[in-house]
């Protein structure tokens, strides 16, 4: 089937306050350019995607406007030798949902060298719930280790969580054999967070005031942090010796001020990770590990399902905080 004069899509339109979120057909001709036409099945939620839903952060200039930075779906037509009709495929990022018409519309279209097989075993639904989030996670692992940091370094801290990146965090690193300690704000979801393979939990309060010194007790080898602001900076005054932070997120503020004190005397190494972008090499190198390390039972039960007409209740959820784990959004309900 080749691609219709319309599709269906949740979408933003030009509106008084803002853009307007709208569920129905818009003209295919929002795609952008590229060698692969897919029909998208699945996509999701990430932090981006609620600012982008919610007309905070983002200036989008050509409406309609279709979001969503990931999506996974069916090839239909290829241009490109490494993709056939009949292929699964994923997206994550390279500006889809951002820059240009992304996974919450019924096809999409990419450049073939930005996307990746749906791995063996796995499908379409199970990337999503993935997600970028899931690869930030994992390309997060990747950097602890690039930095020499093993299990028997000492404790991994994960910022954040209860959300997303967090819990693809802690089921990832816990399945990777390090100790994990997750910070919360939620101390009620001790059980899913342990559940995900947390060893400790611990309030997030104990964090976000930032440090009291330069230099705190040396309390963790690695961090995935998803929150940055004040969080950050308590993170890097209580770094071990030659400890590694993998900078991911910002919910908790977007700037930080911290001490040089810490990367002078115990040579603290602060990483930042580029899940939306990158090196493709690398994105695929993460793909082929999570498919190895992430029990599709952990990814379950940290996964719930939604329709494209539940984004903007969860995009309000999600920048609130209250979104637990990950979303699927079935594109084609
Ligand atoms: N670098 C990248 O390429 C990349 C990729 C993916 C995501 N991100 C970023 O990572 C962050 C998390 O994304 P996500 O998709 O996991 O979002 P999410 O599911 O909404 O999770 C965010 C979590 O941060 C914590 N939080 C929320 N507001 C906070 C606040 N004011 N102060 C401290 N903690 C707060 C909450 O965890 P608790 O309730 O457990 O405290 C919340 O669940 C976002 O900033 C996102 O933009 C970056």
Not at 20 to 39: D, F
Not at 157 to 179: D, H
Not at 260 to 269: A, K
Request: charged share 20%.
């Amino acid at each position: 089937m080749s691609l219709p004069e319309t599709f269906h899509a949740l979408y933003l339109e030009k509106g008084e306050g803002g853009p307007q979120v709208q569920i129905g057909e818009v003209p295919a001709s929002v795609l952008p350019g590229g060698e692969v036409l897919i029909r998208v099945a699945y996509s999701t939620i990430n932090y981006k995607d609620a600012m982008v839903v919610k007309g905070i952060g983002y200036r989008i200039k050509d409406f309609p406007f279709v979001p969503g930075i990931d999506l996974a779906g069916t090839v239909e037509e290829s241009a490109c030798p490494d993709f056939k009709p009949g292929d699964e495929v994923i997206l994550n990022g390279y500006g889809a949902g951002e820059l240009f018409a992304g996974g919450y519309g019924a096809y999409a279209r990419a450049k073939g060298e930005w996307l990746v097989p749906v791995p063996d075993g796995w499908t379409a639904r199970d990337a999503m719930a993935v997600g970028t989030a899931g690869v930030t996670a994992m390309l997060s692992a990747m950097e602890l280790e690039r930095g020499g940091i093993t299990p028997d370094s000492g404790d991994i801290l994960v910022t954040g969580a209860a959300g997303g990146l967090g819990s693809m965090s802690i089921a990832m690193l816990s399945a990777l054999g390090y100790r994990v300690v997750a910070a919360t704000g939620r101390m009620g979801e001790k059980a899913y967070l342990e559940s995900l393979g947390a060893a400790e939990i611990i309030p997030r309060a104990e964090l976000e005031g930032g440090p009291d010194k330069p230099l705190m007790a040396q309390r963790w080898a690695g961090c995935v942090d998803a929150v940055g602001g004040k969080t950050l900076a308590a993170v890097i005054s209580s770094l071990d010796q030659r400890g590694v932070i993998a900078a991911c997120g910002l919910t908790g503020g977007n700037t930080f001020t911290a001490s040089l004190i810490p990367f002078f005397l115990r040579g603290v190494r602060l990483v930042g990770i580029e899940g939306g972008h990158g090196l493709i090499a690398e994105r695929r190198e993460a793909w082929a590990r999570i498919s190895r390390t992430l029990s599709r039972e952990v990814l379950d039960s940290m996964t719930t399902d939604a329709a494209l007409g539940d984004l903007p209740s969860l995009a309000d959820e999600m920048l609130a905080g209250r979104i637990r784990g990950r979303v699927v959004i079935d594109v084609i309900a």
